[in-house]
């Protein structure tokens, strides 16, 4: 049997909540990755993909609830089924709840991020019944990882990115003024040759200030910013955070402070372990405060991963994230942000 670390809860004085949506030995399938969250009416929703393996055709998208304390048993709700019988596999699930508008669970559905496409669903009971897929207009992907961002004038922000056959990875931004019901597009905000950037996060520095926060290539996490609420954007330039090739997420707090989840190594000293918060005030100077998966004493590290987290926070001000937990289950944490110093 394959041999996995053992638990240990965190103990940190804004930790609240602390748990696997469900436990590996009900595992609704082998293997799960690229876990998403939302909070509706007080419910939380969290989704991800899961299947044999990643990439595989069996792959479909999976979601559970929590009401009252307890998650839901996972349940299919989206795959990759043709009208003709052939099967591809889906992908890297983003729910997010535009202002007065129903629940949308974005996904994608392809062989491979090369040639996947975008469709999204909605939800007008938090999550408990689905509407049809609906397939995004061409050139058009949808969230790739990260969360849009509704602004204070309603335009959504959705961050995406493009991974292309000849190896280029570029990011852009997707912008909807009607509450994500139609869609426009920017051109590339990367050059690829200088970095090669997915799966970007947005922070709202307010009055029209924007940051891209993007997992990249070159050991670094990158950033963009825009000075007009996204029309325009910046040079990308390197942070001073490492980044291993792994996903990040981040959210713009009621407070005013940014908060990013992310994998602090680079390739060349350690992979997706530990998982840490970091904290900033500017967007530009980050302290790493908390390590929500620390690096633990084992003589095995093999197969140990805790990555690619979706962090938000619900109107109350709490902060809910998930991750995976290598690749064998989702991790829920529930924090307190007045008590992350």
């Known amino acids: 049997m394959e041999k996995l670390p053992?638990?240990?809860?965190?103990?940190?004085?804004?930790?609240?909540?602390?748990?696997?949506?469900?436990?590996?030995?009900?595992?609704?399938?082998?293997?799960?990755?690229?876990?998403?969250?939302?909070?509706?009416?007080?419910?939380?929703?969290?989704?991800?993909?899961?299947?044999?393996?990643?990439?595989?055709?069996?792959?479909?998208?999976?979601?559970?609830?929590?009401?009252d304390g307890t998650w839901s048993t996972p349940v299919e709700v989206a795959n990759g089924v043709q009208e003709d019988g052939t099967r591809y596999p889906s992908w890297n699930p983003v729910l997010f709840k535009p202002k007065n508008e129903p629940l949308y669970l974005y996904y994608k559905v392809g062989p491979s991020p090369q040639e996947w496409w975008g469709l999204y669903m909605t939800s007008e009971d938090d999550g408990k019944t689905w509407s049809e897929p609906v397939?995004?207009?061409?050139?058009?992907?949808?969230?790739?990882?990260?969360?849009?961002?509704?602004?204070?004038?309603?335009?959504?922000?959705?961050?995406?990115?493009?991974?292309?056959?000849?190896?280029?990875?570029?990011?852009?931004?997707?912008q909807s003024a009607d509450n994500a019901k139609t869609w426009s597009k920017t051109k590339p905000l990367n050059d690829p040759a200088e970095f090669g950037a997915i799966q970007p996060v947005v922070l709202n520095h307010s009055n029209g200030k924007l940051q891209l926060l993007s997992r990249t290539k070159n050991n670094v996490v990158?950033?963009?910013?825009?000075?007009?609420?996204?029309?325009?954007?910046?040079?990308?330039?390197?942070?001073?955070?490492?980044?291993?090739?792994?996903?990040?997420?981040?959210?713009?707090?009621?407070?005013?402070?940014?908060?990013?989840?992310?994998?602090?190594?680079?390739?060349?000293?350690?992979?997706?372990?530990?998982?840490?918060?970091?904290?900033?005030?500017?967007?530009?100077?980050?302290?790493?405060?908390?390590?929500?998966?620390?690096?633990?004493?084992?003589?095995?590290?093999?197969?140990?991963?805790?990555?690619?987290?979706?962090?938000?926070?619900?109107?109350?001000?709490k902060v809910h994230l998930v991750y995976t937990w290598n690749r064998k289950t989702v991790k829920y944490m529930v924090l307190d942000p007045a008590k992350i110093k």
């Open 135 to 174: 397939m995004l207009p061409d050139g058009i992907l949808g969230p790739i990882k990260n969360q849009p961002i509704q602004l204070e004038n309603g335009i959504v922000i959705s961050p995406s990115s493009n991974e292309t056959k000849s190896g280029e990875w570029t990011i852009h931004i997707e």
């Open 6 to 67: 053992e638990v240990q809860p965190l103990d940190h004085p804004a930790v609240l909540v602390q748990e696997f949506i469900y436990e590996i030995e009900n595992a609704p399938t082998p293997e799960c990755h690229a876990s998403t969250v939302e909070v509706s009416n007080g419910t939380v929703i969290a989704s991800w993909f899961g299947g044999t393996k990643e990439k595989n055709k069996d792959v479909g998208i999976w979601i559970s609830r929590n009401t």
């Open 222 to 317: 990158t950033q963009n910013w825009s000075e007009d609420s996204g029309k325009t954007w910046s040079t990308m330039t390197a942070t001073p955070l490492p980044n291993p090739n792994s996903g990040i997420d981040g959210v713009t707090l009621k407070d005013g402070r940014h908060l990013l989840i992310y994998n602090p190594t680079s390739k060349n000293w350690g992979d997706r372990v530990p998982l840490s918060l970091g904290i900033s005030k500017d967007g530009k100077n980050w302290e790493r405060v908390i390590d929500l998966e620390p690096v633990r004493e084992t003589t095995d590290r093999k197969g140990e991963e805790y990555s690619y987290p979706t962090v938000i926070q619900a109107e109350d001000g």
